[in-house]
Structures are given as structure tokens and as C-alpha cells.
């Protein structure tokens, strides 16, 4: 080896080192991290990280009924035993002067101490009341991607078939929707085809609308350790933004915003028009598809036509030459390609046709069900998929990937529960904004919120907010007062992460147990009891025959028998540390890869080259012709700015938690504003000025923050979504345009002004 050499690999390895301190994750993966309380447990729990969706394994240190500390598990396989900085602080979230201790109800305008039983009186009264008076499309429940797979599939059964009403969402249609949808019309079923572990098989990634680095940081360190060792692996970054995780980028496309459909659609063209087409995989495997109809191959290609990268270099904000040598990098013969992509993608008004964008770009080159050919949607929550795309969480959607809109389906759950098939709802229900909004029109006059914080997370604050207000609104909570319980009518004190026992489903298909470390301080109940507790006293006792959230997993799997949805049993979860579904059977060690033999076991013994899309009719994948559409709302004279959200290394959502820990909090007390320089200069403002961030729907203050860790393209300004101070929480000023097909909101774009605070 060369010197040269040797100083480049350092270098290289330097900047990847430097690369996972940004995310905050210790550069050895093998470090049992914990912080000093390690030492003293006298047992560890087996559990999963409380936050994102990469689903990492923890055990936690317990000692006289307290977590002392956390380490991440080594045995399993998505993290193996490393954690970032929110994993490894996670005891701090537990005992804090904010915990909701006792149930409050609302008396003369004032949350006051009552007992569960008044409580759920309350709670009981109020629906059989509006069930009287208004019927159950009157009553509502919005639910969450974090908590446990029993509690929402208790929820949406006692809602559909006790209440009577598909008035069950949840904060997954604000993350996933746009990719469920677009899993959907592609595949035919939901959720990847691979899973994590193509990471250390593909040459190149494509990550688009992810910044992995603050989002998903211990997946970001598995590519990190993966380019170390593979120098040769090349990464594309296309984000409007310059985030952490562009430091280990090959290539930037810091593009316009929403333009991504053209930036899509003109590698696909690329694609073609130089030959890195797998001919035989889209003739045995796919079939083109424009709206409602079917297209030829030929006229996909003419409708490409218009995404020549030399005619949307302009409106993308990217050299032609650029997206050559991307498309080209894409798709070379012979290297393995896999996408990431969250909600860069999923939020927007055609967060759908955006998902589907991806997929073709993996059909058309044949890089997908083989193993480091992967287009991978990640998952933002830490159970949004195994705990409402998968238990019927949503208002269109039914246990194991059924849907609302199939009579079969309803019919076959209705067997399943032993109840008569008319008492199945077929009228989809509200989703989310549409649930809001009915609260808004009075129309819905009983709204239970559990594990979700609506009253901050959802756009366009200034409206809903009054809505929540005017509903009668019972809150599940751990903390209390948070944007949302201030607002309720009734909170529920909830037990918190590892005071309960339960499942999560994360972003590659694994199901992992949690089991119960400690009790739950003052009167706080696991959601699961009390959710069934209510469903009794309402009088549907049959419909929960659950004593512990074994039985109720046991019931759901009966729901996936005779699906490709099989997760399982409750012992094995126990005993290993998470299973990919399919589970087929007790000894089947889960699926690396879905629709591809030999993993798939779904798939026909026959099918052509080992695959097969059974959810479609056909059993082949859908190329979409989608033309680019912009997001709602564009910038012009009077709101000259792009303005974008999203998220921070150190916080989660709306902080309730994570503000909670004093190394997080302290590390980023308040959230700002991220301007161009160029910008800044020109409206004379300069780092920590404070900036009114102004749009049609209301004005935030907040600090300036210039060449920070984000650095937006010029003519787009980001703030982070997670401060919990009125004027500073940037959701009052979002519009809540959603996508047509997910309903899904774009929080991803919007217009606004910016000017210096005062000027
Ligand atoms: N630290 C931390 N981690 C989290 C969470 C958290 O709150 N905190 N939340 C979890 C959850 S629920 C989710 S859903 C995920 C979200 O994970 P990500 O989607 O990775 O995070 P975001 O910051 O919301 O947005 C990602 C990027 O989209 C870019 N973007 C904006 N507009 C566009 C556009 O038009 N096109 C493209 N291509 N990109 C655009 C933004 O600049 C931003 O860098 O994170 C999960 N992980
Ligand atoms: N501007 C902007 N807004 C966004 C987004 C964005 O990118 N930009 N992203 C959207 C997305 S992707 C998401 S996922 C949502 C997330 O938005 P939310 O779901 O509203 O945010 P969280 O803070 O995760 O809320 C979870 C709540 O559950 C409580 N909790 C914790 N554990 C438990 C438990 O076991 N039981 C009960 N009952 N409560 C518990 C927590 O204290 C917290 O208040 O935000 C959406 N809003
Ligand atoms: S990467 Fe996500 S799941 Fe893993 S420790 Fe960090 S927050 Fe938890
Ligand atoms: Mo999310």
C-alpha cells in the first residue's frame, strides 16, 4: 500500500468518523454503550428503542423497580448493540415532574384530579349518549405509530364492530400514508420487498427526501461502516437541503422542492434511452399503467419524452449532466442499488405518485427482490407499521392488509370476531383531517386521542385547535400538560415505554417483543387495559376477551392466516430478538426478501426467474406514467419563500419526551430557523436575529440559524417541528393540503415570507 493511499483511506475514514459523532452514535459497534448506571442492574429486559422506526434492540438495566440504564441489545440484528444518543438516554424519560399521574377531568373549565372510575364513567356516558343522540359516525379515534400492535388492534376492533364506525386514524396517515398508497399501487400489497440488511449488499444508494443521518441514525452508521469498508460504494443525496447526511454523499441534487417527479422521471428516461433497461425483467414482471388505463411500453417512453434532463435541469435546479450521471449510477449492470426514502417523499400532495416514481426506477432496471436491490421506504415511527398499517389502524384499512372498501374482507374478519357481517361498517371512515375537521364543524362530538400530540403535530394549528377544543376530547397520555391534553375534556394517566409488555412492528417487516421492566408510577394504566376496561363497560365484553396482550395477539394472528401477513407467535417473539415477516410456521426463521424465491415461500414454485407480485392480480409490478405536478401552495410575490419542516438529531415530534432529557434538551433548547446566506444578507439578517416566518395562516418567531447543521438551497427556509412554545410552533403556520389518493398532508412545502423580527 502507497502512502498516499494509506492518507487517503484516513481521511476517509476520518470523515466517516466524523460523520457518526454528527449522528451520535459511537464509531464501535460492538460497545455495550450505557451510561454510568450499567454497573449497578441487577437484571436487563429485553425491549426496543422508544423512538424511530430503524427499531433498535435495547436491554434495560432495571434495579428496585427503576431503569437505571439502557444499552442496546447485541443480539439484535438491526443495531447490534449500538444506539444513538436518544436510545442511550432513554431512562431519563421515565421519572419526570411532567408525568400524568391520575386521570383529570374537565370541571368549570379546569382539569381537576378524579379517580379512573369517575373517569371512565365520564367516558362511558358522553358515547352512549352521542351514539343516542348523533349515531357512531359522531365518535372518533385517533391513534399512533408508537403504540403497541395489541392496543390498536383492540381500538380498531371495539371502534368497527362495537361503536360501529371506521372512525379510526391515526398520525401514520401524517408519515406513511403516501407509501402505503404507493406500495399498493405498484406491488399490490403493502411495506418493502427487502429489509435492512441489503444495506451491506448494495454498491449504490439512492436516498431522496431522508436525512438519515438525524432520522434514522443507527441505520445511517450501517452505511457509514459499510462505506468504510467498500470504498467503491457511491451515494446519491437529492434533498433541497444540505443535511449531516450529506457529508458521506458521492453526489448532492440539492434540487427545487416538490420537483422530484421530474427529477424521476427524467433518470427513468435517461434510463431508457441509453440502454440500462432490464428488458427481460419488464416484460415478465410489470405492466405500465397512466391513470385509470393501461399503456404500452412505447407509450410510457413518449411520455418520457418531456423529462429530458436538459428540459428540467431548469426546474429542478439540476445540471443536466448531474441527472445523467445519476441515472447512469443507478442503474449500471452488474451493481446493486438500493433507495431510502421517508418524508421528503411522503409529504407532499403527490406523495403517492412520488412513491411510485421510486419503484419504477427499480422496476425498469430489474434492481429490486434480489438481495442489496431494494426500494426501501423507511419507516419514521417505531411502530407504524406493526402497529396500524399491518392491525387496521387507518380508516380504509383492516387487519393483515385488508381493506374497508372489500366486502370479502369485512365478511372474513366478521368470521373471524364471531359477529354478524352487518355489523361491519362499510362507509370508510374520516381521515385524519378530515376527523379534525369534523370536530371544527361540530360534526364529531367524541374524539379519543391516545399517544399522539395532534394538538402541536398536525398542520394548520390556527384551525384545528379550536376543534379540539369543541369536541369532547379524551386524551391517553404520559405527560401532562402537552399542546394536546390542555385541550381534553378527560386525560388518561398511560403506563410509558417498559412499563407495559407489548409488540412493535418496525420499518423492515420485524415484529419484536417488549416486555414489562417496571411498574408505572402513580395511577397509570397500560392503553391496552384501559381500552378493553372501556370496550366492557360499554357493553361489548364479547368483543374483548383479552387478559393479557397475549390473547389479543393470538386473536390478530388468526386474522393473518390464509395472508402473506404472518407474524409470530408471543413465545418466539420472547425468545428472539424480532422475526421478518412472513413467519410462516414455528420454525421458519422469518423473510429476508418478499415476492423472490427461495425466501418468499408466497410465491409460486413456478413463477418466472423465482418471482412473483402475488398482491397484484397478474402477479406483476406497476410502472406508473405520473407528470410532474407541484406542491399546493408555491411561492410568488407576497410569500417569496419555500418553507419546509422536519426533525432534529436530539428531539423527538413534540419534545414531550425528549425534552425531558437534560443532555437533549441542552443540546438544542429551541428550535430556529435555517435561511441561505445569500438570503440572510439580503434581508440584513444574521445568525440568532430573530426572524417572523409568515405565511397566509399565521406568523412564528424564531432565531436565525445560518450554515448550520442544515443548510437549505437558496429561496427555502426549514425549521425542525418540535418546539412546544406557541410562537415558535411553526405547525400554526403550515397549510393542511393533503394528497388526493394517501390524504396525507404536506407539511414538506409551503409559501411563505421571512423578514427580521421588529424590522
Ligand atoms: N431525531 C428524530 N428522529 C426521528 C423522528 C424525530 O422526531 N426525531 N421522527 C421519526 C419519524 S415519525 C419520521 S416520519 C422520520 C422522518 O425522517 P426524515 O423524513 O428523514 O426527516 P425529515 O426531517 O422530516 O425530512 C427529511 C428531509 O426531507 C427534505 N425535503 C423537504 N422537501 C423535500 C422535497 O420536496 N423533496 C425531497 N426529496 N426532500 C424534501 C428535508 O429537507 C429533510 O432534510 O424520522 C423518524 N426519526
Ligand atoms: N411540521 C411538521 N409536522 C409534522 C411532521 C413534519 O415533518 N413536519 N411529521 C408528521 C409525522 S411524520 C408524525 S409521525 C407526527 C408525529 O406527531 P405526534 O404523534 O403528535 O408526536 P409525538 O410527540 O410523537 O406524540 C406522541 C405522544 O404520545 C405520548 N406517549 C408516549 N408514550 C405513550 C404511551 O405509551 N401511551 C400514550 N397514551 N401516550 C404516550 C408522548 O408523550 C407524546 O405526547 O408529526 C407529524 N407532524
Ligand atoms: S436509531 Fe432510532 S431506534 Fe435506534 S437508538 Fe436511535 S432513536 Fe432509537
Ligand atoms: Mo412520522
Not at 140 to 164: D, H, L, M, N, P
Not at 263 to 272: E, G, K
Not at 649 to 664: A, D, I, R
Amino acid at each position: 500500500m502507497t502512502m498516499s493511499l494509506t492518507r487517503r483511506t484516513f481521511l476517509k475514514g476520518m470523515a466517516v468518523s466524523t460523520a457518526l459523532l454528527a449522528a451520535g452514535c459511537s464509531p464501535k459497534r460492538d460497545t455495550q454503550q450505557g451510561p454510568a448506571g450499567a454497573k449497578d442492574a441487577d437484571k436487563w429486559v429485553k425491549g426496543v428503542c422508544r423512538y424511530c422506526g430503524t427499531g433498535c434492540g435495547v436491554l434495560a438495566g432495571v434495579k428496585a423497580g427503576k431503569i437505571v440504564a439502557v444499552k442496546g441489545d447485541p443480539d439484535c440484528p438491526v443495531n447490534k448493540g449500538r444506539l444513538c444518543i436518544k436510545g442511550i438516554t432513554l431512562p431519563k424519560i421515565i421519572q419526570t415532574k411532567d408525568r400524568c399521574l391520575h386521570p383529570l377531568i374537565r370541571k368549570n373549565g379546569e382539569l381537576v384530579e378524579a379517580s379512573w372510575d369517575e373517569a371512565l364513567d365520564l367516558i362511558v356516558s358522553k358515547v352512549k349518549e352521542t351514539l343516542a343522540s348523533d349515531g357512531p359516525d359522531a365518535i372518533g379515534f385517533y391513534g399512533s405509530g408508537q403504540t403497541f400492535a395489541e392496543e390498536t388492534y383492540v381500538a380498531q376492533k371495539v371502534i368497527r364492530a362495537g361503536i360501529g364506525t371506521n372512525n379510526i386514524d391515526g398520525n401514520p396517515r401524517t408519515c406513511m400514508a403516501s407509501a402505503v398508497a404507493g406500495f399498493v399501487s405498484t406491488f399490490g400489497e403493502d411495506e418493502p420487498s427487502g429489509t435492512y440488511a441489503d444495506i451491506e449488499e448494495a454498491d449504490t444508494f439512492f436516498l431522496i427526501g431522508s436525512n438519515l443521518a438525524e432520522a434514522h441514525p443507527v441505520l445511517f452508521s450501517r452505511l457509514v461502516d459499510h462505506k468504510n469498508a467498500n470504498p467503491d460504494v457511491k451515494i446519491i443525496v437529492a434533498d433541497p437541503r444540505k443535511t449531516r447526511t450529506a457529508d458521506i454523499a458521492d453526489y448532492l441534487l440539492e434540487f427545487v422542492p416538490g420537483r422530484d417527479l421530474a427529477l424521476m422521471n427524467s433518470m427513468a428516461q435517461v434510463i431508457i434511452e441509453e440502454g440500462l433497461t432490464n428488458e427481460n425483467f419488464i416484460n415478465t414482471h410489470t405492466e405500465f399503467k397512466q391513470g385509470e388505463k393501461s399503456i404500452s411500453y412505447d407509450e410510457y417512453k413518449a411520455f418520457l419524452q418531456a423529462y429530458k434532463p436538459e428540459a428540467v435541469a431548469e426546474s429542478t435546479g439540476i445540471p443536466a449532466e448531474t441527472i445523467r450521471e445519476v441515472a447512469r449510477l443507478f442503474a449500471a449492470p452488474g451493481k446493486k442499488t438500493m433507495s431510502m426514502w421517508c418524508m421528503g417523499l411522503n409529504q407532499r400532495t403527490r406523495g403517492v405518485w412520488v412513491n411510485n416514481l421510486v419503484h419504477n426506477l427499480h422496476l425498469l432496471t430489474g434492481k429490486i427482490c434480489s438481495p442489496g436491490n431494494s426500494s426501501f421506504s423507511l419507516t419514521g415511527q417505531p411502530s407504524a407499521c406493526g402497529s396500524v398499517r399491518e392491525t387496521g389502524g387507518l380508516s380504509h384499512i383492516l387487519p393483515a392488509h385488508r381493506f374497508v372498501a372489500n366486502k370479502k374482507h369485512r365478511d372474513e374478519l366478521a368470521e373471524i370476531w364471531g359477529i354478524d357481517p352487518s355489523r361491519m361498517p362499510s362507509k370508510p371512515g374520516y381521515h385524519t383531517l378530515a376527523m379534525f375537521k369534523a370536530a371544527v364543524e361540530g360534526k364529531l362530538k367524541v374524539l379519543w386521542v391516545m399517544c399522539t400530540n395532534p394538538g402541536q403535530s398536525l398542520p394548520n394549528l390556527e384551525y384545528y385547535r379550536p376543534g379540539m377544543e369543541k369536541t369532547f376530547l379524551i386524551v391517553s397520555e404520559t405527560y401532562h400538560p402537552t399542546r394536546t391534553s390542555e385541550l381534553a375534556d378527560v386525560v388518561l394517566p398511560a403506563a410509558l415505554w417498559m412499563e407495559k409488555e407489548g409488540v412493535y412492528g418496525n420499518g423492515e417487516r420485524r415484529t419484536q417483543h417488549l416486555a414489562k421492566a417496571i411498574d408505572p408510577p402513580g395511577e397509570a394504566r397500560p392503553d391496552f387495559d384501559v381500552l378493553v376496561e372501556v370496550a366492557k363497560r360499554l357493553g361489548y365484553e364479547e368483543l374483548v376477551p383479552f387478559k393479557t396482550t397475549e390473547d389479543a395477539w393470538k386473536e390478530y394472528q388468526k386474522c393473518q392466516e390464509g395472508t402473506a401477513m404472518k407474524l409470530a407467535s408471543y413465545p418466539r417473539l420472547k425468545k428472539e430478538h424480532g422475526l421478518t415477516w412472513p413467519v410462516d410456521s414455528d420454525d421458519d426463521p422469518g423473510t429476508y426478501i418478499r415476492y423472490a424465491r427461495p425466501w418468499d415461500k408466497h410465491v409460486k414454485e413456478d413463477a418466472p426467474d423465482g418471482i412473483e407480485f402475488y398482491g397484484r392480480p397478474n402477479g406483476k409490478a406497476v410502472i406508473w406514467a405520473r407528470p410532474q405536478v407541484d406542491p399546493q401552495e408555491m411561492p410568488d410575490a407576497e410569500y417569496p419563500f419555500y418553507l419546509t419542516t422536519g426533525r432534529i438529531l436530539e428531539h423527538w415530534h413534540t419534545g414531550t419526551m425528549t425534552f425531558n432529557v437534560p443532555e437533549l434538551k441542552n443540546a438544542v433548547p429551541e428550535m430556529y430557523v435555517e435561511i441561505h446566506p445569500e438570503d440572510a444578507q439580503r434581508l440584513g439578517i444574521a445568525d440568532g436575529d430573530p426572524v417572523d416566518v409568515i405565511s397566509r395562516r399565521a406568523t412564528c418567531t424564531l432565531k436565525a440559524r445560518i450554515n448550520g447543521r442544515g443548510q437549505p438551497r437558496k429561496g427555502l427556509v426549514y425549521v425542525p417541528f418540535h418546539d412546544q412554545v406557541m410562537e415558535r410552533m411553526i405547525n400554526r403556520v403550515l397549510l393542511d393540503a393533503f394528497d388526493a389518493g394517501s390524504k396525507q398532508p404536506e407539511y414538506k412545502v409551503c409559501a411563505v415570507n421571512i423578514q427580521k423580527h421588529g424590522a
